[in-house]
Each structure stands twice: as structure tokens, then as C-alpha cells.
């Protein structure tokens, strides 16, 4: 039992290694002793003599055997650490995750999961027909929404799946539960995609997947928004987890999985034929799969029918817009870049996961990965890290193929190598994502989107109800909390500002302008020509220390 205790203490010292280096230096005080540790090599060295000390004593086979037997307790501990991690993520995700419907996306998804509860999706607004100016039909549509006919009326631009999981959320838990399904598919993703890796290859892979994927930055990021990226990926991880399944069940699960995975993100809906395919190829089941769908699917082409006229349109607008072949290079650059910085050049051991088997799943795993990563190569492209969301589905596949990778190479080395790699990869793994994540504000985002309640309850409290905003990012928050007409301005034309607000005041209605500190400039640019436009006042009201500005315009002599 020495020689255990000398790898055990050896592989402490790695850890505390690595933890140093991670970190830049740990110090601190026990039992009033103050004791810090800023360097690597001490502790690598002692490591050093700790093996080799129970090498000559011992031998190499004695060592090998302590190593199997700790690879042995890690492999029966990797259910409860799957489920530790999907727990924390769960914890987490309550815990600092935005609860405003601001901006776009969350006042979106939650927004129109009200609509849902009152079985009304189509929002009309007659008003506009006062107002005689080409653009209002676009202009009084806020962020998530679009106009649609000629009847003054608006609906949602997101797909149904997510509102529809909000709106149950509603009914069961209240009002807050909207904010809460996201943290709960986060924990579900954790959990599934240990599922699938322990089907596609071991316990151990699923875990150090899980892992992996419970600290990768983007999933963080997303897992603090109440937004469609993680809920996607929950579905489509299930529908690939029980498609590999030899359940009399698991086909139509698969299904079910799939198209509910469609109604949260339809444009991914070419992906489903690739768990039908495998289910052809392999044990059959594809007709229950099929059927499993078909829920999904017929209801997204009934909410596209209804809000757009068609089962094929998309609120989003015209596909010609959204996809072009010149895309594909500024795509791959940055999603490429963007994979190795959060993701770290581990992510290329995914490549040799063929070079183990079962090569079927295998290629089932990097098959939907690749095909996620090329519905997004055509988009419009982004220049922010953490759209790297699009690609989440994809995220658990790829992390599975990782871990496969990097297993199978460990296990061409020496059992002390291999002990050596996982608990140093791993401390600088975590390390590194956790604090890409730290460093991109990822837990602070909470904070900050509250102020688009505080603006909200300001407007509804300081400002007539005959009020119209102009605004933009506030277009949709400003409706909810704050029960207030807003008018978009970036679907104003540039001279049309003072005609504009003089229109509003002989209609009886009394304009006010909400502007981001990062929208000012845009704003005056926008507007030059306009005295209103240049904003040569002091606003009514500050929020969040000047980031955000409330303006009454002045009359226009």
C-alpha cells in the first residue's frame, strides 16, 4: 500500500502543479500559518522523486496495477460525477442566469410565451392606421417580432418550440419559470450527453464529455440566457442517445426528440435524416422514428402557415438574405478560430475517434456535427465568440469524439503517462475554459440585463400612457415592463425624425427617445440632419450609470 500512497501523493503534486500554473499562484492562511506557492517546478520535481521512489521499490508492473486501480475507481465513480456536474450546472444556471426579457432573444422567447397562455400569437395594432408613414408597419414591430399582412398586425419572428416549453414552465411554476427552462435543459444536456458517450464508447468518455461540456464557454454563456441554443441541443443529443438504444421504444423516442428539437430550431430539420438513416442501416425502427416526428413537424408548419402563409417560411425572412456561398469563408475563419481559443487544440483529437470503433457510431457522431457546422456556413456571419451557439447541438457530439480521441491515444502509452496526462490535461482544461468564461463576463451578465426592467418600471411609472418610445434595443422590453407603444428607429429613413415626431404630437400621442450608451453615436449618425437627431439636451433620466439614457425631444420651431 506504500507505493499507492507515493503515486496518490505524486498525482496530488501534479494536481497542485497544475493548479498554480492555472491560477498565476495560490496563497493563503491555515491555522495561522501563511503559506503560498507561486512556482511549478518544486512540486513537479518532488512529484518526480514520489514515482520514481515507488518505482525502485516496487517496480513498474506494481505501479501499473495502482494506476489501473485508480483508473478503475474513476470509471465506477463516473455516473455520480455525470450527475454532480449536471446538478452544479443546474444550480448555476438558476442561480446567475438573466431573469429580464431584454434585448432580443429572451424578450422573444418569453414574450411569446404569454401569447401562448393567451392563445392569441397575432398582435394587432391598429393605431398604426393613424399614422400615415410608409414604414410604420415595420417600424412599430419591436425586436422578435415582424409585421405581417396588410391588417396592421404583428407576430413573433422565433420558432414556437421554446415559447411552448416557456409557457408550460408558466403554468406549472409562474411567472419566473420561463428563466428557469433553460438551467434545467443545461443540467439535461450534461446528463445526456454522459448517456451518449457511455453508449457510443465508455462511462469514462461520457463523463469527461459531460465535464467538458458543463465548462466549455459557450455553453456557459448560453446557459445564462433564456434563449433556443441549449434546449436544441438537449433534443437533439436525446434523439441521437435513443437512436443508438435497443429499446422497443427508443425509435419513436428518437422521433419525438427530433422534432421537438425541430420545433425549437427548424432550419437543423435536414439533420433528422441522419438518425433515420442509421436506424435503416442498422436494427430498422426508422418507421416508429418517423412517426415520433411528425408531432414536431406538423406543428411548425401550422405556426408557420399561420404567421407567415407558408409551412416553409421562416420569421426570420427571406433564405436568399440569410444564406450565400460568399459567407462561407469569413464563417469558417471565425467559427474555426473561435472552436480552438474556447475549446483548445484538444478539440482536433475528435478527428482520430475513426481510428477506434464502433466506426458506425463513430461516423453517426461526426456526421451531425459536421452537418450542424454547415447549415451555420452559409448564415450571415457574426463577429462575436459566442455565437459559436449556433453550433451547439453539435457540442456533445464533438466533445463524446474528443474524449474518444484522446482515450484512444492515451492508451498507446504507459499506465503512469496516462495518470500524469488526465490529471494535468484536466486541471488546464477546466482552467482555461472556466476562465474564458470569467474573463468574457459570463456570471455578471445577470446584473447588467436588469436594467431593461429598471428602465421598464421607470417608463411606466414617470411617463403618460399616450407615451411612444423611439428606440431600438428597448423596443421590445420597454412594450413589456414598462406598457409603453414603441416606434424603431433604425427602420426610420434619416430624414425623417422631425416629421416623424411632429406627426406622433398631432396625433395625440407624446414621443420620448431610450438610447444605449453604445446606440448614441449610431443615433446622431443616423440623424444628422436633425436637430432632435444631435440630442443637444440633457436627458430626463440615466440608468446603470449613463448606459442607458431617457430623452423627451424638444418642439421643433
Not at 445577470?446 to 429598471?454: C, L, Q, S
Amino acid at each position: 500500500m506504500k507505493h499507492r500512497a507515493l503515486l496518490l501523493a505524486g498525482l496530488t503534486l501534479i494536481l497542485w502543479a497544475a493548479l498554480v500554473y492555472v491560477t498565476g499562484g495560490v496563497s493563503g492562511t491555515l491555522a495561522g500559518v501563511r503559506m503560498s506557492s507561486r512556482g511549478v517546478v518544486r512540486p513537479l520535481v518532488l512529484a518526480a522523486l514520489l514515482f520514481g521512489s515507488g518505482v525502485l521499490a516496487c517496480g513498474w508492473r506494481a505501479l501499473d496495477a495502482d494506476v489501473e486501480w485508480i483508473f478503475g475507481v474513476l470509471r465506477r465513480a463516473a455516473p455520480p460525477i455525470a450527475a454532480a456536474v449536471a446538478v452544479a450546472v443546474l444550480c448555476l444556471g438558476l442561480a446567475r442566469g438573466t431573469v429580464t426579457a431584454g434585448g432580443s432573444d429572451p424578450y422573444g422567447y418569453v414574450s411569446q410565451a404569454d401569447l401562448w397562455l393567451r392563445h392569441q400569437l397575432r398582435i394587432a395594432q391598429p393605431f398604426v392606421e393613424q399614422l400615415p408613414i410608409p414604414y410604420a408597419d415595420r417600424a412599430f414591430a419591436p425586436l422578435g417580432y415582424r409585421p405581417a399582412g396588410r391588417d396592421h398586425v404583428i407576430v413573433p419572428t422565433y420558432p414556437p418550440g421554446l415559447p411552448l416549453l416557456m409557457a408550460l414552465g408558466t403554468l406549472i411554476a409562474g411567472p419566473l419559470a420561463p428563466y428557469y427552462v433553460v438551467p434545467i435543459f443545461g443540467a439535461l444536456t450534461i446528463w445526456l450527453c454522459y448517456l451518449l458517450g457511455a453508449r457510443a464508447t465508455s462511462p469514462t468518455v461520457g463523463a469527461g464529455a459531460a465535464i467538458a461540456l458543463a465548462v466549455s464557454p459557450v455553453f456557459l454563456y448560453q446557459l445564462m440566457w433564456p434563449m433556443s441554443d441549449i434546449p436544441a441541443a438537449a433534443f437533439w443529443t436525446a434523439a441521437i442517445f435513443f437512436a443508438l438504444g435497443a429499446k422497443e421504444y427508443s425509435s419513436v423516442v428518437a422521433g419525438a426528440c427530433c422534432g421537438m428539437a425541430i420545433a425549437v430550431r427548424p432550419n437543423l430539420a435536414p439533420l433528422t435524416a441522419l438518425p433515420c438513416a442509421y436506424l435503416m442501416w442498422t436494427r430498422g425502427g426508422w418507421r416508429a422514428f418517423v412517426l415520433g416526428a411528425l408531432p414536431g413537424i406538423v406543428l411548425i408548419a401550422v405556426v408557420n402557415t399561420y404567421l407567415y402563409g407558408s409551412p416553409l417560411a421562416s420569421g426570420y425572412g427571406d433564405l436568399g438574405v440569410l444564406y450565400a456561398w460568399r459567407n462561407a469563408p469569413i464563417n469558417l475563419r471565425r467559427y474555426s478560430g473561435w472552436l480552438l481559443d474556447t475549446q483548445t487544440p484538444l478539440v482536433l483529437f475528435a478527428i482520430v475517434a475513426f481510428a477506434r470503433r464502433p466506426r458506425g457510431v463513430n461516423g453517426l457522431l461526426a456526421l451531425f456535427a459536421a452537418g450542424v457546422c454547415a447549415a451555420y456556413l452559409l448564415y450571415s456571419p457574426f463577429d462575436a465568440w459566442w455565437f459559436l451557439r449556433f453550433l451547439l447541438p453539435a457540442w456533445p457530439m464533438l466533445l463524446i469524439l474528443m474524449m474518444s480521441g484522446v482515450a484512444w491515444v492515451l492508451a498507446k502509452t504507459p499506465r503512469l503517462l496516462q495518470a500524469v496526462v488526465v490529471a494535468c490535461a484536466s486541471v488546464l482544461l477546466v482552467g482555461h475554459e472556466v476562465g474564458y468564461a470569467v474573463s468574457h463576463r459570463t456570471f455578471s451578465l445577470r446584473e447588467g440585463e436588469r436594467r431593461y426592467a429598471v428602465v421598464g418600471d421607470y417608463v411606466a411609472a414617470f411617463t403618460p400612457a399616450n407615451a411612444v418610445v423611439i428606440c431600438m434595443q428597448h423596443s421590445g422590453s420597454l412594450r413589456y415592463y414598462g406598457h409603453r407603444v414603441t416606434l424603431r428607429y433604425d427602420w426610420m429613413p434619416s430624414e425623417s425624425l422631425d416629421r416623424t415626431i411632429a406627426l406622433l404630437r398631432e396625433r395625440g400621442y407624446r414621443p420620448f427617445i431610450v438610447l444605449e450608451e453604445w446606440e448614441e453615436p449610431l443615433f446622431k449618425k443616423q440623424f444628422a440632419a436633425s436637430a432632435i437627431g444631435r440630442l443637444e439636451w440633457r436627458p430626463l433620466a440615466e440608468f446603470a450609470g449613463g448606459v442607458v439614457s431617457l430623452y423627451e425631444p424638444p418642439a421643433v420651431r
